[in-house]
């Protein structure tokens, strides 16, 4: 197979940059590196494009390696044909290599088999041949009675044929091709309830029918979750007649005595064999294509919740709160070092909530604290009522809830018992809450990507694409806002390109022995970091200490001779770009030729680019150019909703059929799909939202019994929609 030209027309890129694309990969270049320092070569393609062309590129192997192993197979068995051959190079998908393959696959025992066994393979093509002249199949079976193999009699030998016909019916892999290609355009998925008298969540799902065509993935997924544990009974419906006129047009040859029994042992195929295979292969596909889709969305959502602005440089106290036990307390100073931590019960009567209020107000006064992070766990909405009063007395403090999903995962992991073996496991879930506000990413990189808790279903996804798919949304996050080298720590460093677990566990042991990195070149004294390993990492390392101002760049090593150079052209020195004196750096390279200057320094324009940008902004963050997050300073209560009111909130989660937002109050707010755009109709959320986002909404209805809150970005309601 031509990867190349068959990537290069699936993507619409191409085939130069395709090719190219899939050198480096082969060559061991990840992804990032690609991405990001080698845009000449490929065209500028962003890093998502990058990691779906290597997906798909894995897949065409494993495509063309399956091929390979059935061709030498069925060449093998002696039965290889000029028309099994073009078949075979013709396939797309795995599916249609399966289907030619069947035939020739060794079998379990069948009623098939154990007829061939018996002898009765030649009374089967005889009758399937269905000659117009040929005898009565019934007469034709008289001559393979044969006790001793277990044919008593006429009948049960027109039987054994009748299946092994029902058996060559079902092997056809162009019936299985346009049957599955049917069903699907007309077929429909069907849910019943098990048990009518027994509520649950999937009670909307108890008399469900949608064309599998047109069904949404969410619901997809809901039924199957339903059938898993016992709610539901599932099927697809299809006309049989369509089905058995495809098989007729293929099996069934009119005017001859044997006609009758071949759509006889054609029905039998289509029911007993057939159907029952597209039927799992339709709902196999259909679950996949669902899970696919979810992973999407969950790693757009996780894309964006990583990528959240960081609160930086401000001590922010942490609060995760709980009733029994407490609500822990841990304030980090601004780069995130624990400065002091503790207990306070503010859900346990007023003199425990006078004493919460004193310990906080103490922690907000030593060590001036200007934000509060609270989880969104049991308690929370107490411990925001409190917080909110509390702030009264301290204008100048903010709070944010924020979420604390996985924060107990990571408390009780070997990692977070390392990283603070002094403190107790609820004590760390009250610091990776006040970090996630400081540093969202920093944090989250620590946690389990499927205990982050944005999107849906996704403890049904298939855990191994799962994992490959968020690993790569947290390996591009990490690399591209880059990570210090000096403060980073061990979970940070093995997301970026081309660093190990083990390697970024000898890149801190080697800061602690050593201490501060003093350059990237420094890196190279790392155990088992090596050449290729500097090359691909080194670009994505920012040492703010470094006499070389380009070390604290995303400028790679390899680049920083055209750096030097370049500024030499246009009148500046490294010591300009540490000043601010280079303002002006941009315009004068667009006066002399942006193509000229690369030429000269012998890069690429889109190299040249990001030399400059970098030159301009030393350290730049691109998360600082993302809208803050929303900081409140006093809470409302779902009581407090009416309909109408205008509300600011910040999207926390994108879904299928819409987008949950924070409005302050401790249930999110749910905006509907058919409610959050004016314009023409959108095929999902993610199209005008993602999280983090800051908008405007308004109160649609409120339901306070079970605690749910409709909103509308569209405007104000209607009088009629306020009290509908």
């Known amino acids: 197979m031509d990867f190349v030209s068959a990537i290069s027309k699936e993507f619409s890129v191409k085939e130069e940059y395709i090719r190219n694309i899939l050198t480096l990969l082969d060559d061991g270049n990840t992804i990032p590196f690609i991405a990001r320092y080698r845009k000449e070569m490929h065209g500028t393609q962003n890093d998502q494009t990058i990691r779906e062309v290597s997906e798909r590129y894995e897949y065409l192997k494993g495509l063309e390696k399956r091929r390979e192993e059935v061709r030498n197979s069925i060449e093998t068995l002696g039965v290889m044909t000029d028309e099994i051959a073009a078949a075979l190079e013709g396939a797309a998908t795995l599916a249609e290599i399966e289907d030619i393959y069947r035939p020739y696959k060794p079998k379990r025992k069948t009623r098939a088999s154990v007829a061939r066994e018996k002898g009765l393979e030649p009374l089967a093509l005889a009758i399937f041949a269905q000659e117009p002249k040929s005898d ?61 008298n027994t509520d649950s969540v999937y009670a909307q799902y108890y008399d469900f029918s949608e064309p599998l065509n047109r069904i949404a993935g969410h619901r997809v997924l809901a039924i199957n979750r339903g059938e898993r544990e016992g709610f539901l009974k599932v099927s697809v419906d299809f006309d049989k007649d369509k089905g058995m006129r495809i098989i007729h047009s293929v099996c069934v040859k009119p005017g001859s005595p044997c006609t009758d029994t071949v759509m006889e042992a054609a029905d039998d195929a289509y ?50 709160p709980g009733y029994r036990t407490g609500c822990k307390v841990a304030v980090v100073d601004g780069t995130g070092r624990v400065l002091d931590t503790g207990v306070i019960y503010p859900t346990h009567g007023q003199r425990k909530v006078e004493e919460a209020r004193a310990v906080v107000s103490g922690l907000i006064r030593r060590h001036k604290a200007t934000v509060i992070s609270i989880g969104n766990g049991t308690a929370s909405k107490e411990t925001e009522i409190f917080v909110s009063e509390l702030l009264r007395d301290y204008p100048d403090v903010s709070y944010m809830v924020v979420s604390e999903a996985g924060a107990s995962v990571y408390s009780a992991s070997k990692l977070a018992a390392a990283e603070f073996p002094e403190y107790d496991v609820s004590l760390r879930s009250a610091v990776s809450i006040a970090r996630r506000l400081q540093d969202p990413l920093a944090e989250l990189v620590k946690i389990d990507p499927k205990a982050i808790g944005v999107g849906q279903y996704q403890h049904d996804m298939p855990p191994k694409r799962m994992d490959e798919a968020l690993g790569g949304v947290v390996e591009a996050c990490v690399n591209s806002v880059g990570v210090d080298l000096n403060t980073a720590s061990p979970s940070l ?94 315009d004068r390279v667009a006066g002399m030729g942006e193509q ?60 299928d059929f819409g987008a949950f937002v924070d409005i302050g109050v401790h249930q999110d707010g749910l905006v509907h799909i058919s409610q959050i755009s004016k314009g023409p109709r959108i095929k999902h ?30 405007g104000a309601p209607k009088t009629d929609e306020k009290n509908s």
């Open 136 to 196: 009565w199949p019934i007469d034709m079976a008289e001559a393979y009675v044969d006790a001793e193999k277990g044919v008593e009699t006429a009948q049960d030998a027109l039987q054994g044929a009748m299946d092994i016909i029902a058996d060559m019916i079902s092997d056809d892999a162009g019936i299985r091709k346009r049957l599955r290609y049917v069903a699907f355009a007309n077929g429909t998925l069907r849910s019943k309830a098990a048990d009518e």
């Open 271 to 320: 029911s007993r064999l057939i159907f029952p295979s597209i039927e799992r292969e339709l709902r196999d596909d259909l679950t996949t294509n669902s899970s696919e889709a979810a992973i999407k969305v969950f790693a757009q959502n996780l894309r964006q919740l990583l990528m959240q602005p960081p609160v930086k440089g401000q001590t922010v106290i942490g609060l995760d």
């Open 493 to 586: 460093l093995s997301h970026v390109a081309g660093v190990s677990t083990t390697v970024s566990k000898n890149i801190v042991a080697y800061r602690e022995e050593n201490g501060a990195f003093s350059s990237r070149k420094e890196l190279l004294k790392v155990p088992k970091l090596g050449p290729k390993a500097f090359e691909q990492c080194a670009g994505f390392m920012r040492v703010p200490e470094s006499k070389n101002v380009l070390d604290n760049t995303a400028v790679h090593p390899e680049s920083y001779a055209a750096a030097t150079e370049l500024l030499r052209l246009c009148g500046f020195s490294l010591s300009d770009v540490t000043s601010g004196a280079i303002a002006e750096l941009r």
């Open 596 to 655: 000229s200057i690369a030429d000269s320094l012998g890069v690429g324009v889109p190299t040249l680019d990001d030399i400059i940008t970098e030159l301009l902004r030393p350290g730049r963050d691109p998360r600082d150019e993302l809208p803050k997050p929303l900081l409140r300073s006093e809470v409302m209560d779902i009581k407090d909703l009416k309909p109408g009111m205008e509300l600011d909130g910040t999207v926390r989660n994108v879904i």
């Open 685 to 714: 959320p993610s199209e005008k939202l993602k999280v983090g986002d800051i908008v405007k909404v308004w109160v649609l209805s409120v339901d306070t019994a079970k605690g749910r809150i409709s909103l509308t970005m569209k």
